[in-house]
């Protein structure tokens, strides 16, 4: 299980700064966000979900990370994800930026979750 949740966490970082890279270059370009870019931002969030579901796991089986800042950081990444479903403002262009931003800051916050789980 340990290794699993070791597996997801590359995934979450690959999702997390692909998603943020595409959704910034679309938001440069003026592009409409749909398509891929919706699809990849909404990858980034379902895999950071799932990164916290299996951390919950391991923490119910008595695993424990080595530093008590891998679930401070943890727990972080996943609010900056859920947080422009509150406060993204109507139109599409500033949810596309507050989505991707929000997913860039996600993605930091799991590279220091990495590092201080190993």
């Known amino acids: 299980m340990v290794s699993v949740h070791h597996t997801v966490a590359f995934l ?15 938001y440069y370009r003026r592009a409409e966000p749909r398509g891929i870019v919706t699809h990849l931002l909404a990858l980034a969030q379902t895999l950071l979900v799932a990164q916290v579901g299996l951390g919950l796991l391991l923490l119910s089986q008595h695993h424990r990370a080595p530093h008590r ?18 406060y993204a403002p109507a139109d599409r262009r500033g949810r596309l930026a507050w989505f991707a931003g929000a997913t860039l800051v996600a993605g930091a916050l799991a590279v220091r979750a990495y590092m201080t789980g190993t």
């Open 12 to 26: 979450v970082l690959a999702a997390t700064f692909g998603a943020a890279a595409v959704g910034g270059w679309a």
């Open 69 to 86: 800042l891998h679930y401070l950081y943890g727990t972080l990444a996943l609010l900056a994800t859920l947080a422009p479903w509150m």
